[in-house]
């Protein structure tokens, strides 16, 4: 007699063969109590197994709306659709320089929005210096302490000194001309069959919500109350405006997550408030400068509490954390944002 | 396509956490990596988005052991890092034992070959045969194959860590 193999017993039990292979097993077991046997043992070895994969579950794992995903989404067809998918698939130094292209405006929309805000809380001293005050103290500044914090990693603006040069020789530089005449991005496509999902913006566009904002990195949509805890209480919020979306994205072991925080103001404009590390939230803010052409404009950076991370020599590293907002708004107004900006 | 996305979301979401949870040792990170899973596939709107969500899950979980190692990380995915998923309402002595339980069935299941784990981790993720010879490479046939020998041998050496863990505390 011809014994069922072992493995095809864990396939039985796993409910992977045929109806007509199950019909022959089960008239084999009922014959045979070798067979029988070994299928109680692996059943039990089988619950064994879930029992103790069971153990290494999380808990408190939250699922988010699908509909913010689902913007996220969007935001990935319009970049493969769309202008970014040029500088996505350009040369290093192209990106590098599209990058320093909006570092330059970020720099220039600092500068240009100086003397017009009172300092508030805000760093004290010009954008080019609250940046250096910033990089100087995460042990990466050194030969260009001014910029190796707040810039993208590759420091763009070594191989594109002009731009921030230009906003040191000029005060009065204005980055308006690329923000008037810079076409508008395009906006999602849907697939043909899907319509875009309904969300709580209720005076834009989902779609353009998500797009006019392309954050590089993971993102992930949180409840109010675990972004609180993940960043210990520190996030950003804009007194007076409706939250429509709180995003994290995590950094590392010992940090805690960026953290950002999508308003919206009466008219439908979506401004959003960001709290993280220096160095991470000046990548990002560039970057997503560049990629909207510089239409997204950045208020002046906000120090916040620092973390204190484990560095290899074994010595706590400081952390320097700021807050920004950012928005298609210009520079005051942006610089008069962070005053109704409460961080807990 | 959106609907059959959105039921896929909502049924298999927990599942993705956890696969990717038990290859990356972080549950934040896994849920980071899981949102990510869903938000491509919403891009890309895969012909088979159950089996797509899963390759993809594996392929972020291998990207994300290269950069932990790259980072240094790996004394912290070897050691056990028991506060985080402890429930927050269990009694310290259950937590104690929990998080040793923990530990053991992550070292036994570091034991095995990654074949065996990968194989073993998308069985458990609910993936049928058929999906999982399709993301592993391996023929349908050899699925029952591999599962048998992952699931003895991670029963075998998470008894054998047991019974040395008895033995050290009845000599202590």
């Given at each position: 007699m011809r014994h069922i193999p072992e493995e095809e017993l864990h396939a039985y039990l796993d409910q992977a063969l045929s109806r007509s292979q199950?019909?022959?097993?089960?008239?084999?077991?009922?014959?045979?109590?070798?067979?029988?046997?070994?299928?109680?043992?692996?059943?039990?070895?089988?619950?064994?197994?879930?029992?103790?994969?069971?153990?290494?579950?999380?808990?408190?794992?939250?699922?988010?709306?699908?509909?913010?995903?689902?913007?996220?989404?969007?935001?990935?067809?319009?970049?493969?659709?769309?202008?970014?998918?040029?500088?996505?698939?350009?040369?290093?130094?192209?990106?590098?320089?599209?990058?320093?292209?909006?570092?330059?405006?970020?720099?220039?929309?600092?500068?240009?929005?100086?003397?017009?805000?009172?300092?508030?809380?805000?760093?004290?001293?010009?954008?080019?210096?609250?940046?250096?005050?910033?990089?100087?103290?995460?042990?990466?500044?050194?030969?260009?302490?001014?910029?190796?914090?707040?810039?993208?990693?590759?420091?763009?603006?070594?191989?594109?000194?002009?731009?921030?040069?230009?906003?040191?020789?000029?005060?009065?530089?204005?980055?308006?001309?690329?923000?008037?005449?810079?076409p508008r991005r395009a906006l999602v496509t849907e697939a043909p069959g899907v319509t875009t999902m309904a969300l709580t913006v209720s005076t834009l566009d989902a779609s353009d919500y998500s797009a006019e904002f392309p954050a590089s990195g993971v993102w992930r949509s949180v409840p109010w109350a675990e972004a609180a805890a993940l960043t210990g209480d520190a996030v950003p919020r804009i007194h007076g405006l409706p939250v429509l979306e709180i995003q994290v994205q995590w950094i590392g072991p010992d940090e805690r997550p960026l953290v950002m925080v999508a308003h919206q103001d009466p008219s439908g404009r979506i401004i959003r408030s960001i709290e993280g590390p220096a160095d991470r939230l000046g990548e990002i803010l560039a970057d997503v400068i560049a990629r909207t052409d510089g239409a997204v404009h950045t208020s002046q950076p906000v120090r916040t509490t620092p973390d204190y991370v484990n560095s290899t020599s074994g010595a706590p590293r400081r952390s320097i954390r700021v807050a920004a907002i950012a928005g298609r708004l210009d520079v005051a107004t942006l610089d008069e944002l962070t005053k109704s900006l409460t961080i807990r | 396509m959106k609907d059959e996305l959105e039921r896929l979301y909502q049924t298999t979401y927990a599942s993705v956490v956890r696969f990717l949870y038990r290859k990356v040792w972080d549950a934040d990170r896994a849920e980071d990596l899981a949102q990510e899973v869903f938000i491509r596939a919403m891009a890309h709107r895969p012909e088979k988005p159950r089996a797509w969500v899963f390759a993809v899950a594996a392929n972020l979980a291998r990207d994300e052991a290269r950069s932990a190692i790259r980072r240094r990380r790996h004394l912290t995915l070897l050691t056990n890092e028991p506060a985080m998923l402890s429930a927050p309402e269990m009694p310290a002595d259950e937590a104690v034992e929990h998080d040793e339980r923990m530990g053991q069935v992550r070292e036994a299941l570091s034991v095995l070959s990654d074949r065996d784990r990968e194989v073993l981790l998308l069985w458990d993720a609910g993936m049928s045969y058929p999906e999982i010879a399709e993301q592993s490479g391996l023929a349908v046939g050899a699925v029952g194959t591999t599962l048998a020998r992952a699931r003895k041998r991670l029963i075998e050496t998470y008894d054998r860590q047991e019974a040395g863990r008895k033995q050290h505390a009845a000599h202590s």
């Open positions: 199950c019909v022959e097993i089960e008239c084999h077991l009922a014959d045979c109590i070798r067979c029988r046997h070994g299928r109680d043992q692996i059943a039990a070895l089988r619950d064994r197994t879930t029992a103790l994969l069971g153990e290494l579950s999380t808990v408190g794992s939250q699922r988010p709306a699908f509909a913010a995903l689902m913007i996220q989404a969007n935001t990935r067809r319009v970049e493969l659709q769309g202008p970014a998918t040029r500088s996505r698939h350009a040369s290093p130094w192209a990106r590098r320089g599209a990058q320093a292209a909006g570092v330059a405006l970020l720099l220039a929309a600092g500068w240009s929005a100086r003397g017009l805000v009172p300092a508030g809380p805000a760093l004290a001293g010009t954008p080019l210096q609250q940046l250096a005050s910033a990089a100087e103290f995460t042990g990466f500044g050194t030969g260009a302490p001014l910029l190796g914090s707040f810039l993208p990693r590759g420091n763009a603006a070594n191989r594109s000194p002009a731009a921030p040069t230009q906003t040191q020789a000029d005060p009065n530089w204005q980055p308006d001309p690329i923000e008037r005449t810079a | -």
